[in-house]
């Protein structure tokens, strides 16, 4: 049975931005250690197991959340993510936390940009409007042709438009496929894939960094159920917006743990992003209610 519960699927939200934080935390201590490759693979194989046991209680059980009519789109959405996650760690490492979040937060706008070739989606004239104003904080972010713009701030700009391509991907399978089935498909796929790359990169931890990594494997399913019970309780429109806290929460342990700077143009350039972001989101909201 579908239901609303705005303030409490608020709550599960910003509790799945926390925990998304503090993964992206453990990851960049974890990465600056070890291969990128390698803590992400270990990262997949709890990942794996964790939609496995889901799927296993869905409705239909394993054999209903294997079944799909587009097996090469829904392996390539999970290989895409698993690039993307590579990519955004390694993010964390050149940049830290605040700068490549704040770049990241771009990706709702590649999506409504994007939505139009991909999906054939209609884009108004108001959504073109708030993805010029992202572009705009995109560039007071990166500040090109200042002497000072780094190359490694493609790094999360480059992630964004991968999990941009993949959520498309993700509306596009949803015509034909059950959410179960895409993310059994999301989870599998990547783990595979990760496993086939990641162990040429395998090298030992300290029993220390194994708990950190432990840490990591539960924060991300904890994230994972958490968006799973958000998305059960409430309308992905009423909650959508407040994912942008994982940009405030990853900022402030950046500044508290990794000593990282809060530089003015960051924050201004993020604020429009944001800005933009949610009009852009809210207008989706509109034309949904609207059919």
């Not at 991909?118 to 004239?125: A, F, K, P, Y």
């Not at 959410?179 to 999301?186: K, P, R």
């Not at 992905?236 to 900022?251: E, G, K």
Request: proline fraction near 3%.
């Amino acid at each position: 049975m579908s239901q609303n519960n705005a303030p409490l699927g608020i709550t599960l939200m910003i509790a799945t931005t926390f925990v998304f934080a503090m993964q992206d935390g453990i990851s960049q201590h974890l990465a600056r250690e070890y291969n990128v490759m390698m803590v992400v693979m270990v990262r997949y194989w709890f990942f794996a197991a964790f939609v496995i046991a889901v799927a296993a209680r869905a409705k239909g059980g394993l054999r209903n959340a294997v079944r799909t009519e587009q097996p090469k789109v829904q392996i390539f959405r999970g290989v895409l993510l698993a690039t993307e996650i590579c990519v955004m760690v390694q993010g964390f490492v050149y940049l830290g936390l605040i700068e490549s979040h704040a770049v990241f937060a771009c990706y709702p706008l590649l999506i409504a940009a994007l939505s139009g070739p991909v999906l054939g989606e209609q884009v108004g004239w108001r959504r073109w409007a708030a993805i010029g104003v992202g572009f705009i904080g995109m560039l007071i972010i990166l500040r090109p042709g200042t002497g000072v713009f780094s190359p490694y701030a493609l790094i999360p700009l480059g992630s964004a438009f991968m999990f941009a391509l993949y959520g498309l991907l993700t509306r596009f399978v949803a015509r034909k496929d059950s959410a179960a089935t895409s993310f059994f498909w999301t989870g599998v796929s990547g783990a595979v894939v990760m496993t086939l790359v990641g162990v040429a990169f395998w090298e030992p931890m300290s029993r220390v960094d194994w708990a950190w990594m432990g840490l990591l494997c539960v924060t991300g399913a904890g994230g994972h159920f958490l968006l799973i019970k958000t998305y059960e309780v409430s309308e992905v429109s009423t909650v959508q917006p407040f994912a942008y806290l994982q940009l405030v929460f990853a900022s402030m342990l950046g500044l508290a743990i990794f000593s990282e700077e809060l530089r003015i143009n960051v924050v201004i350039g993020a604020s429009l992003i944001v800005a933009a972001g949610i009009f852009t989101l809210l207008r989706e909201r509109a034309k949904v209610r609207r059919v």
